[in-house]
């Protein structure tokens, strides 16, 4: 029997051997792996100096080793012979009967010294680097590359294979990916349990600055399905200041790795005709078990991705994104619906479900700016990356001719400041702070307004104005779903709010030019000749009578009648609001009408039958007095103008 348990036995196996092993399936030879392979496999799992020198000498490859064969079974479609693979059956029949059935080898190569650094050689893995042995051989295998490299970073002999693999420069014999990882695990290692306490930080700030010398990427981001970490963090979870300090030198970035941009790709996708407002379907899950169907476009889903704004976590990488997207045709309006949204009957398209399998439709998205302040809220405002973003989607060219649904969009939501701490008994210091990013929220909002009506024309900044007065003091207010298949559930008009973002809003327009008396267009009445439109407070005493031809009671359809107490103090505190401080007129007509005149109506009892009887029930005299000093104040103020 072949003595196979000394150092001595490869080199025999190695120098004695002639020809290669058979293929068990048709006794013929194979081309590789050979006897002398076989011998250089076992010299470098072993150790054994002499039979890598004996194969040196040979001439066989001391950098890779084939260690086994994958065979393909499929008949490679090529010209042979001038002859195509499908069209010499007869001669592919006979190869394969001479091949035993089998295709193409594929021989499997590895490294010689991922094998000696397996096996825990070092003597052995300092030869080869020393003979010349190399790791970007054609053919090797990547699951062996990969090996190397953690072996090397982060194996049990570590310090001495990585001051070989350094000094030797092999750094520049890998991939910039097998570079990067190489980086990344080398500091991950510092930190690991298992590490060497051999490796002296001096050492291991000399490995890394030979990795970026060789290209490895300050800037590397590996992650899974559940937790990213890039390379900057690595170095700092090792708590040392001067790999920190090589990184940053090498130019990594400290607010965390620039997002990969796909610019190239969707410049090529766009000018093959790609619609970068298409409407796509996708699914929605509410819960573990239940799934709807809602619809979307690719500015949605950008938003949607985005996790943070703040400056040290990516906020200027999405507004330069959000800035391509835009500035390449993507509208901020709306997404347009959907013919199944509007027709619950209307069928998909194969096309459309085949990745589904759910017919369950939800509700249609809302328009950009309403999800990102329903997603982050208003106190996200005070973060100057999400205001800048807000800037961009209002000032979109496209919204400059829907004006009245930006001010719709503006007009659902407020905020009112609480009271000043500093007169409290508990008041402490830091409550300066809360104060502050108040302020900041007003400021940030007062910024968007104003970039925004800049934008307008002195006709279309009038519209925006009497639109935005009217859905602020009309519109009923939001919060937040109350089941899977609503948008939005709205509340009656008794719990409107109306606080210091509506008359931060005012001040704004009203400083970029705003006529706060603006007649709105209405082409009906020009035809008819009765003169311009109502102005805003014409519009609002209309809807608190209920004669405003456009009201929808949200119960039972169009009904031009009142619908719960509608004279709360924040509507009356509105008015006066815009009276005395905006400059509203109350002596103005329309269809020879005062806003007071066309308030008298209240003082009927009728009415206050009405509202008293209705689901918004009050004391009978609280409604009559309400209405009463209403209108009381818009005659004097009315005499006063």
């Keep these: 029997m072949e003595d196979t348990g000394t150092p001595e036995a490869p080199v025999r196996s190695f120098e004695a051997s002639d020809g290669g092993p058979a293929n068990p399936s048709t006794d013929a030879p194979l081309q590789s792996p050979t006897a002398e392979d076989r011998g250089l496999l076992e010299a470098c799992r072993t150790g054994c100096i002499a039979a890598i020198d004996a194969a040196l000498r040979r001439g066989t490859s001391i950098s890779v080793v084939p260690i086994a064969s994958v065979v393909s079974k499929r008949k490679p479609i090529a010209v042979v012979g ?266 998909l398209t194969r096309r459309e479900l085949w990745h589904t399998g759910h017919h369950m439709l939800g509700p249609a998205r809302l328009d950009p700016i309403t999800d990102l302040l329903d997603k982050w809220g208003l106190g996200k405002l005070a973060t100057p990356a999400f205001t800048s973003a807000l800037e961009m989607l209002v000032g979109h060219p496209s919204h400059r001719g829907g004006v009245r649904a930006v001010a719709e969009v503006f007009a659902k939501y407020d905020y009112t400041r609480p009271p000043s701490s500093s007169s409290s008994p508990s008041y402490s210091p830091d409550t300066t702070d809360t104060e502050q990013k108040q302020d900041t929220i007003l400021d940030a909002w007062r910024r968007i307004v104003s970039s925004t009506a800049r934008l307008l024309a002195a006709d279309e900044l009038g519209e925006f104005f009497h639109a935005y007065i009217v859905c602020k003091v009309t519109c009923p207010s939001r919060s937040p779903p109350s089941g899977p298949l609503e948008d939005q559930r709205f509340h009656g008009p008794e719990v409107h709010k109306i606080g210091d973002l509506a008359t931060t809003t005012v001040a704004a327009l009203l400083a970029t030019g705003a006529d706060a008396n603006h007649r709105h267009h209405k082409t009906s009445l020009r035809n008819d000749g009765q003169g311009d439109g109502p102005t805003a407070l014409h519009s609002i005493c209309l809807w608190l009578v209920g004669r405003d031809p456009k009201e929808k009671n949200l119960l039972f359809g169009w009904k031009p009648r009142c619908s719960g107490f509608r004279h709360t103090p924040d509507r009356v505190q509105f008015i006066q609001f815009l009276v005395e401080a905006c400059g509203a007129d109350a002596g103005a007509r329309y269809q020879g009408r005062t806003p007071a005149e066309i308030l008298v109506q209240l003082r009927q009892p009728e009415l206050d039958a009405e509202e008293t009887t209705s689901v918004w029930g009050r004391d009978i005299e609280v409604v009559r007095e309400a209405r009463q000093a209403l209108v009381g104040w818009l005659e004097n103020a009315a005499k006063t103008s």
């Design 82 to 347: 001038g002859r195509t693979s499908n069209g010499g059956r007869g001669e592919d029949r006979d190869a394969s009967r001479a091949g035993g059935g089998l295709g193409n080898a594929v021989i499997v190569k590895a490294l010689t010294l991922q094998l000696a650094a397996r096996a825990r050689q070092v003597e052995a893995f300092s030869h080869l680097v020393s003979i010349g042995a190399r790791l970007d051989e054609p053919g090797t295998s990547v699951a062996s590359i990969r090996s190397l490299v953690r072996l090397v970073t982060r194996g049990p002999d570590a310090p001495a294979l990585l001051r070989l693999f350094c000094r030797a420069n092999l750094a520049r014999q890998l991939d910039q990916e097998m570079r990067n990882e190489a980086l990344l695990w080398l500091l991950q290692g510092c930190t690991s349990p298992r590490s060497s306490p051999a490796l002296t930080v001096d050492e291991r700030v000399e490995f890394a600055r030979a990795l970026l010398d060789a290209g490895a990427s300050p800037n590397f981001v590996r992650g899974s399905a559940y937790r990213y970490i890039s390379t900057l963090s690595a170095a700092v979870f090792t708590l040392s200041p001067d790999l920190v300090r090589l990184l940053l030198d090498h130019g990594a970035c400290p607010d965390g790795p620039p997002d990969l941009q796909p610019q190239p790709i969707t410049d090529m996708l766009l000018d093959r005709g790609a619609d970068i407002n298409v409407c796509v379907p996708y699914l929605r899950p509410i819960t573990h078990a239940y799934i709807i169907i809602s619809f979307t476009n690719p500015l949605v889903v950008f938003l949607d991705a985005v996790d943070c704004w703040d400056g040290g976590g990516g906020g200027p990488q999405a507004l330069d994104a959000l800035w391509f997207l835009l500035d390449r045709g993507s509208s901020p309006d709306r997404p347009p619906i959907h013919p199944a949204q509007e027709n619950r009957r209307a069928k």
